[in-house]
Every structure is written in structure tokens, then in C-alpha cells.
């Protein structure tokens, strides 16, 4: 049952890492128009797109809030682990656990707080005034979606980890 949940969660993530592939497409044409815009004089065309820079921003935060539970999945995600290869075994798989506890409380408290942000911007009626005028809760409302996926995918590291031989993971090893 565990295989079967953990598949089709790997199949959802694999999902959301497309839509951050075709999130960088679309920055990459809103840029690309952005530039040439300023560049060429297209007759009835405007001379650049005045919002490409805030959507390019809020875009390249959609691409990390799709990807980041992809990459944790694949052991793509930042990792130091000179140390975890340096020490016994049993004890590196020991500091593996440690870690991904302190990486499930962390993603629980920030999906905790990053849902109280969003809710709070939207009862309030908050709104981001730059170029575009937008509702504040649209950028806060991924955050803790993501959270709660990297909380997730946490528990599966954590099951992958318990079945697993006594030892540090073999994910991102730069060193051996």
C-alpha cells in the first residue's frame, strides 16, 4: 500500500516539476518579448512590457514552490554530507533520521505559519501595488501548499530511510 502512495505521489511531483519547466518557458518568451520589445520598433506594439520584470520575479518563485519537492524526491536538493561518509555507518543513518525529523519540523512549522500569512493577506484584503496590482495572498498562498508536499515527501524519505541498509543515503553523494 506504502509502494502504491508512494508512486503516485512521485507521479504528482513529477507533475508539478513539469509545470515549473513550463512556467521557465514562459518566463523565457515574457523576457525574450520584454527585450525585443525595447529593442525593435514594432508599429502598434508597446515599447516593452512594463510588468515583465514582476512577473518574471513571481514566476522564478512559482519554478523553485513546483520543483523543490521534485528535487527532494530525486536527492537533487542541497545537501552536505562529507561528514555522513566520514562516520560509522549506523551512526550516519542515525543523523539521517535526525535530519529528516528536523526537516519535517521545519517544513510543518513553515506550511503552519506560511497558512496563517496567507489567510491573514487575504481576510485582510492586502494587495501588492508595483507595476501590477495584485492580491498579496496569490505569491503567499503556494508557500504553504509546498510545505506541506515537502512535509510529505519528509515521511517518505523517513519510510524509504527505515527499510533501507544501516547506513547514510546514496542520494547526491559528491565524495566517496
Known amino acids: 500500500m506504502t509502494d502504491r502512495l508512494s508512486a503516485g505521489y512521485a507521479r504528482l511531483l513529477a507533475t508539478l516539476a513539469l509545470v515549473g519547466c513550463a512556467i521557465l518557458m514562459a518566463m523565457m518568451v515574457v523576457i525574450v518579448a520584454d527585450v525585443a520589445l525595447r529593442n525593435l520598433a514594432v508599429p502598434g506594439m508597446p515599447r516593452g512590457l512594463a510588468w515583465s520584470n514582476e512577473i518574471s520575479e513571481l514566476m522564478l518563485y512559482l519554478i523553485t514552490m513546483c520543483v523543490a519537492p521534485w528535487l527532494l524526491r530525486q536527492g537533487q536538493h542541497i545537501r552536505v554530507d562529507i561528514l555522513l561518509q566520514?562516520?560509522?555507518?549506523?551512526?550516519?543513518?542515525?543523523?539521517?533520521?535526525?535530519?529528516?525529523?528536523?526537516?519535517?519540523?521545519?517544513?510543518?512549522?513553515?506550511?503552519?505559519?506560511?497558512?496563517?500569512?496567507?489567510?491573514?493577506?487575504?481576510?485582510?484584503?492586502?494587495?501588492?501595488?508595483?507595476?501590477?496590482?495584485?492580491?498579496?495572498?496569490?505569491?503567499?498562498?503556494?508557500?504553504?501548499?509546498?510545505?506541506?508536499?515537502?512535509?510529505?515527501e519528509m515521511l517518505f524519505r523517513m519510510h524509504r530511510l527505515a527499510r533501507s541498509e544501516r547506513g547514510p543515503r546514496n542520494d547526491a553523494v559528491s565524495a566517496a
Not at 550516519?92 to 503552519?112: K, M, P, Q, Y
Not at 487575504?122 to 501595488?129: D, E, K, M, P
Open 86 to 152: 566520514a562516520i560509522p555507518a549506523k551512526t550516519a543513518w542515525t543523523f539521517e533520521w535526525l535530519g529528516d525529523l528536523i526537516g519535517f519540523a521545519c517544513c510543518v512549522v513553515i506550511a503552519w505559519y506560511g497558512s496563517k500569512a496567507a489567510w491573514s493577506s487575504y481576510v485582510s484584503g492586502a494587495v501588492n501595488i508595483k507595476t501590477l496590482v495584485t492580491p498579496e495572498w496569490w505569491a503567499l498562498a503556494p508557500l504553504p501548499v509546498v510545505f506541506v508536499l515537502l512535509a510529505i
